[in-house]
């Protein structure tokens, strides 16, 4: 999968794109990751990509042609289609269902917004997919970014291998009904850590038994801490 970034401070994504799962990925061929300065596509002479907001008020306004330049020659660098993403506390609240969606896509182009936010007419004009990793706010969009990539990335063919396998994964996991489930307690060595034993059934040996006993723990978590995970 091909991600294009585009972004006013790019220089934050290289220590995350380059380790573990996301480093792994791009090595390994699954992902490629293209980092864009939304600056160096600004047509005035200070690169100037914000202003003040019409109307007044605090903070500053990513203005509409330096970003809308830049998506068009972004998106000719390459012929696949690519799908368009604005990362914004205002977008549809991330959920595993959406990024299963995202993963199946062979191109995404993810915008991080930053500054008080993006003038509307370039979001009408460019009909982003408008995502929001969380009803909290953050300085930028990069982190989103980064959150959004992550998740994507790992559901890959190939990128996890057996072990790590993301169908265990909570989210991907579903119970009798079709609901998604949180993940089970994990535990490893040693045994037994300041008097606290690991499950006996663990040691058992006996495959079914650990399986029944994760599967009774995914649901009586779910249903104690998030109640309200939906089926789909
Ligand atoms: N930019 C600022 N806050 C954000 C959020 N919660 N999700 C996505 N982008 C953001």
Sequence with gaps: MRFDILSLFPEMFPAVL???????ASKGGFASYHLHNIRDFADNKHAKVDDRPF???PGMVMMCQPL????????KMDETPATRILLTPQ??????KRIEELAKKPRLLIIAGHYEG?????IDELKPLELSVGDYVLSGGELAAMILIDAIVRL???VLGHEDSAAEDSFSARGQEGKRLLDCPHYTRPQVWKDRVVPEVLLSG???????WRQ?????????????LSEE
Excluded at 91 to 96: F, I, T
Excluded at 118 to 122: F, G, I, L, T
């Design 18 to 24: 380059s380790a573990s799962i996301l480093g792994r």
């Design 68 to 75: 809308h330049d830049c998506v068009q020659a972004v998106e």
């Design 55 to 57: 109307g007044g008020g």
């Design 156 to 158: 890959l063919p190939g």
């Design 216 to 228: 009774e723990q995914m649901i009586e978590r779910t249903k104690n801490r998030r109640p309200d």
């Design 91 to 96: 977008g549809e609240v991330l959920k595993q």
């Design 118 to 122: 993006v003038d509307e007419r370039v």
């Design 206 to 212: 006996d495959h079914g038994a650990v399986e029944k």
